[in-house]
């Protein structure tokens, strides 16, 4: 029977305190995963594993050093420790490492309430097989698909517990499963590829295969013929399967890691306008069967809702305990961590305000421009918000796709950008980041 990970956090956390450590946390994570990939219906790949890892840090002082291992025996716990208290004493002095207070720890919280894990089997792999197979019979299926690059399905399962000399212990269970598919269409200069794929914490909740496979088919063959759009100034219409992105740039500016350094745009912007005065961006980490929910952090501390953004206005950094300290703040309950990390800021389930307008009614309105589905690079100033991407997606006429556009740049300012977005109203509310398509004039673009 395989050992509980309570008790190794336990005998990570007694080990430190052998070793002569003054303080410590403890992670240990037991993960088993499967994924096939079919291609030409037979088995192309599959792939199994399994494990245990676990985690230690130390303090000592103001120093700390992490240490991790994939061996739980007694005896590697213990030179672990050893180790780790030895690099503790060499590490240069930091002010701001250190646990959390005991006042500030998560007490009570409802982890199946979050519904993060999947009480369902586990998958046999001839499951997994059959999902593959149908999404890439199904992508072949549609006039125009040459060819199919991959169609895979995959199921894991991960769980957790954390532990710490403050007394904290917790765990929990998360699942995943998912089903994906790449079509290629055209053959040499002329090919194009597109996807689609579907991941759920649930794998009842997951998308048919079959549809999977025909809309990565369809969207494939959409882009046959693609050219470059002509250069200049235009509306861009970022796609929800892609809007996300620039989310994601104010949340990477908005982290209390990049602020502290002093190497964000955003740094002295709490209580300026970040997005137009119509927009809110919450994040809620207890939203149930969600990627991105947790009852506590990776230091033990809840997690709550909390607007980032209100009425444009920016509320709120994301801090762990380091970094809140550094900046004089209030850790948000946003540590994360690796086994064999220290914390660091890391966002939760977000959703920005929707408009009332769909996709279609915002290419209407934009009348000619470029919609954006797929993005590729990216070269942003994190001191500036100097924005920079290599795009491909549909160009706009009268309102309505004229040809599919590949091999261009946009380019501007984020900070700009992001406060003159316009919200469509079709974000997807199952994902961890629930934003829709996102309208923005007088973008550069370079094409022809």
Request: proline content about 6%; some cysteine.
């Amino acid at each position: 029977m395989p050992q509980p990970l309570e008790d190794l956090t336990a005998a990570l956390i007694a080990a430190a305190r052998r070793a002569g450590a003054e303080d410590a946390d403890a992670m240990a994570v037991r993960g088993r995963s499967v994924m096939v990939d079919m291609r030409g219906g037979t088995l192309e790949q599959a792939e199994r594993a399994e494990g245990v890892d676990i985690g230690l840090r130390v303090l000592i002082g103001g120093r700390q050093a992490s240490v991790s291992a994939s061996d739980t025996a007694p005896d590697t716990i213990a030179t672990l420790a050893e180790r780790a208290v030895a690099m503790a004493r060499e590490a240069p002095e930091d002010p701001y490492a250190g646990l959390a207070d005991p006042s500030q720890l998560a007490r009570v919280w409802d982890v199946a309430a979050l519904e993060l894990c999947d009480p369902a089997p586990e998958p046999a792999p001839e499951t997994l097989m059959a999902m593959a197979k149908t999404a890439e019979a199904a992508a072949l299926g549609v006039v125009g698909v040459s060819q199919v690059q991959s169609a895979s399905a995959s199921y894991s399962l991960r769980e957790v517990h954390l532990a710490a000399t403050n007394g904290f212990s917790g765990g929990y269970a998360r699942s995943d499963s998912g089903v994906s598919c790449v079509a290629i269409t055209g053959t040499g200069t002329g090919m194009e590829r597109d996807y689609d794929g579907d991941s759920r914490v649930f794998a009842a909740d997951l998308r048919a295969p079959e549809e999977i496979g025909q809309r990565a088919g369809a969207r494939a063959v959409e882009r046959l013929g693609a050219r470059k759009p002509p250069t200049g100034t235009y509306p861009v219409l970022y796609d929800e399967r892609v809007a996300a992105s620039l989310i994601g740039h104010l949340l990477a500016a908005a982290s209390g890691s990049a602020v502290a350094r002093g190497a964000s745009w955003l740094r002295d912007s709490l209580g300026k306008a970040v997005l137009p005065e119509t927009l809110d961006l919450l994040e809620d980490p207890h939203r149930p069967r969600v990627t991105g929910s947790r009852a506590f952090d990776a230091e033990g501390l809840p997690t709550a809702k909390r607007l980032i953004v209100e009425r444009g206005l920016l509320r709120s950094y994301t801090l762990d305990l380091a970094n809140a300290r550094k900046l004089g703040m209030s850790p948000t309950g946003n540590a994360a961590r690796s086994v064999g990390g220290t914390p660091s800021p890391s966002v939760w389930n977000v959703a920005l305000t929707q408009g009332a307008q769909s996709r279609a009614d915002l290419m209407r309105e934009m009348g000619a421009g470029l919609l954006v589905t797929s993005l590729i690079g990216s070269t942003i100033n994190p001191n500036t918000g100097d924005y920079s991407r290599g795009a491909a997606g549909f160009w706009i006429e009268g309102g309505e796709i004229a040809y599919p556009v590949n091999e261009c740049t946009i380019a501007g300012s984020l900070p700009e950008m992001l406060r003159r977005i316009i919200p469509a109203n079709d974000a997807r509310p199952h994902l961890s980041r629930v934003v829709p398509s996102l309208l923005v004039e007088g973008l550069m673009l370079a094409g022809e």
